[in-house]
């Protein structure tokens, strides 16, 4: 039994200290977004400095949205840092059947075994080898098609998937839940599935990865319902969002959410 509101009250009380190499799109959203929900952002990418700094933190997420050369390196010398220290990682594997290089850096980083990865339902058919009709960041693959692939991607590599969309899936291969939380202007709106994984690895710092995966999702989509109610159109959004995760309780939490298992 999941208890979303619970994830949430001991994310809020640990305050975890989370670093995120995301990309330039997403920085300013992203940080927003988990202050807000009650983490502590640092936007540390460098390579000279963030190997060591995933030492320091509580938890660690990549996003290869925007990334070169030298960020790859950086991700992947981090990546492997943040497992021999014992913390938590998340990777949000941006368009990564884009283009034959993110093809490669998906897989390596993959290989650096990440706790969760977080994407939509074209970037984890990418992720796992199959060709896909994405759209650069965007999905054209339905979340039920790569629920298969997400569950033997889980299975295989030992960790959580979430496939995030209309009706977001989350599994670690051997259990499995539906969440139908969320809001149509969402998609509308740059940054915000980097942000969800900012807050995913808020989330799991301190946390069992497949229950914290999953009240993550919920809250932020039950945020975008709130949000939906109190703006009317997509700037009015962004901020209403930010409002209601600051202002979410763990008991209205509770009852919003919508988790099934699948």
């Not at 660690?60 to 014992?86: E, Q, Y």
């Not at 990777?91 to 059947?97: F, H, I, S």
């Not at 490669?104 to 992720?127: C, D, F, K, T, Y």
């Not at 991607?153 to 959580?160: D, F, K």
């Amino acid at each position: 039994m999941i208890d979303p509101g619970q994830h949430l009250a001991q994310m809020r009380a640990a305050a975890p200290l989370v670093q995120n190499m995301t990309n330039y799109v997403a920085m300013n959203v992203m940080a927003n977004v988990m202050l807000a929900a009650g983490a502590s952002p640092a936007m540390v990418h460098a390579e000279e400095e963030a190997p060591e700094f995933a030492a320091i933190a509580s938890a660690l997420t990549i996003n290869i949205g925007t990334f070169s050369a030298p960020w790859a390196r950086a991700m992947l010398k981090t990546a492997a840092a943040a497992r021999a220290a014992g913390r938590p990682w998340v990777l949000d594997p941006v368009a990564v059947g884009a283009t034959s290089y993110r093809r490669e850096i998906g897989a390596q980083l993959l290989a650096q075994r990440p706790s969760v990865v977080r994407g939509n339902a074209s970037e984890i058919l990418a992720l796992s080898g199959r060709a896909v009709a994405g759209k650069g960041a965007d999905s054209v693959d339905e979340v039920a098609s790569a629920e298969a692939a997400a569950s033997r991607l889980a299975l295989n590599h030992g960790m959580v998937v979430a496939v995030t969309g209309a009706v977001d899936f989350v599994t670690d291969g051997t259990r499995a839940v539906r969440i139908s939380n969320g809001h149509d202007m969402m998609p509308r709106i740059t940054a915000l599935g980097c942000s969800l994984t900012g807050l995913v690895g808020a989330f799991v710092a301190s946390q069992p990865a497949f229950g914290a995966t999953v009240a993550t999702i919920s809250y932020f989509g039950l945020a975008g319902e709130i949000a939906g109610r109190n703006s009317s159109g997509p700037a009015s959004f962004q901020v209403a969002l930010i409002d209601a995760l600051y202002s979410l309780t763990p008991e209205e939490l509770d009852r919003g959410a919508r988790i099934t298992p699948a």
